[in-house]
Structures are given as C-alpha cells and as structure tokens.
C-alpha cells in the first residue's frame, strides 16, 4: 500500500511524511489507513533503530576500553620514574621488578620521624614529606619553578589528591618561614603526613 513503508527498506522518514501528507489530502485514502500501516510495520522500525546503536555501543565501548588501557600504561610508566628517583642510593638492581617492590627509603625515614616524641623532628617530617612531593612534581613536567607554580598547572583530572597537596604544601611553608615560632601538636602533624600519604598513594609511591 506504502511504497516508503516497505518492511524490507531501512526506515524512511521523509517517505512516511509524503504520505501522510497524500493520505491527508488526497480522497483516495485516510489518515486512519496511513496509521494503520504504520503500526503494521512498527517492529521492524524498532529493529531497525536499535540495530544502528547496538552497533554504535559496541564501537564506542571498544574506543573506552582502548583509553583506559592507554591511562593504565601512563600512570604505569610515571611510577616507575618515581620511584627510580627515591630508590636506595648505590642499589645495582634498577631493573623495573625491582623498583616496584622496592620500599620507599625517604617515606620510611618520614615515618620515623612523626613518630617520635621529638616536635622538632614532627616538623621535620612535614618538611621531608614536601621535598618528595617537589620530586613528585618534578617527575610530572609541571611548569613552573616552585612547588606553588607546579600546583597551579595541575589538571585536576590526572591529580585528584590535588586538594590535599596544597593544604600540606601550606603547612610546610608556614613551617620554614616561622622555624621554631610555628607551633604544632603531634595529631595536628600526623594529620599532615596523612595528607601527603594520599597524594603519593594516588602515585603508587608509598
């Protein structure tokens, strides 16, 4: 009855309106035959329409799949330029095994001192923490020369523990600028070392 509405045709919008428009207004037919035909031939619209995206899904989940393997390779590549840098000093065995299960010597160190009684040394700490988030920066071709500048360049999509970085980073500087003047509990201090903890577990370097 439709030539537009052949069942073994892809879908043909402008046919269907053409005829709407002579069954409209064209006495030989009605608008009730036109509905007719179109409810008829319904699947296989539906088919129609859902084969093009059934196709269109898998295309675009393979393109998802390709860049999460893409991602998983960058970051780990970055960590291994981590963590070559804070290996043991003298280590022969650079090899890539070795230093993604070699521990991390300065974060050792930077334990040691936060939990010591010493405030001095919980100040230390702190100051030991950012001197590897600076060679964290380092290790990321951030632009800028401090670690302030650095910060600043971060896309906070490949840095989520951005946040926490600066507010560490603040403390650090408040630290070196006041010396012996800055005052801070040992909770207080610990609470800072957590806040480097994130950054360089989001890095894989602790």
């Known amino acids: 009855m439709f030539s537009n509405l052949d069942t073994t045709h892809s879908y043909d919008t402008f046919g269907m309106i053409a005829d709407l428009y002579h069954y409209i207004f064209d006495k030989s037919g009605g608008l009730l ?37 893409i991602y998983a390779l960058k970051y780990r590549d970055v960590k291994i330029k ?11 065995d650079k090899s890539e095994s070795n230093i993604e299960q070699k521990k991390n010597p300065k ?20 100051l030991e923490a950012d001197i590897m988030l600076s060679e964290l920066l380092d290790t990321l071709h951030l632009p800028g020369e401090s670690i302030g500048e650095k910060l600043k360049a971060v896309e906070t999509s490949d840095f989520t523990s951005i946040e926490e970085a600066w507010e560490a980073h603040k403390i650090r500087n408040a630290i070196a600028h006041q010396g012996s003047e800055f005052l801070i509990t040992k909770r207080e201090a610990k609470r800072i070392i957590g806040l480097y903890e994130k950054v360089f577990d989001e890095f894989g370097m602790v």
């Open 33 to 69: 035959d036109w509905f007719l035909s179109v409810i008829s031939n319904l699947p296989f619209y539906l088919i129609n329409f859902f084969a093009k995206y059934a196709v269109f899904s898998v295309l675009f989940s393979m393109a998802m799949i390709v860049v999460v393997i």
């Open 82 to 92: 981590i963590l070559s840098k804070i290996i043991v000093a003298g280590s022969e």
């Open 107 to 126: 974060w050792d160190l930077v334990k040691e001192h936060i939990d010591s009684e010493d405030a001095n040394k919980w100040k230390l700490a702190i």
